[in-house]
């Protein structure tokens, strides 16, 4: 599955947050660690609800826009 992620440039560091899988986040210095932090955010959230029994959110479709 793939997951739209948003990452936020801030004055000091990246945040990223996945919209179908509230709660998770992740938070570095640089952009590459943001994002190799997000990925293994949403790894350890799907397995999470694997093990608990839960169901995994499906992607939604979002439209990407430039203002």
């Given at each position: ?16 947050h ?30 999470a ?11 939604q ?7």
């Open positions: 599955m793939k997951y739209a992620v948003v990452i936020e440039r801030r004055p000091t560091s990246y945040g990223a996945v919209p179908d899988l509230p709660g998770c986040v992740a938070a570095a210095e640089t952009k590459a660690e943001v994002c190799a932090l997000i990925r293994e955010a949403i790894e350890l959230y799907v397995e609800l694997e093990e608990d029994g839960l169901p995994i959110p499906a992607p479709d979002y439209e990407l826009i430039e203002v």
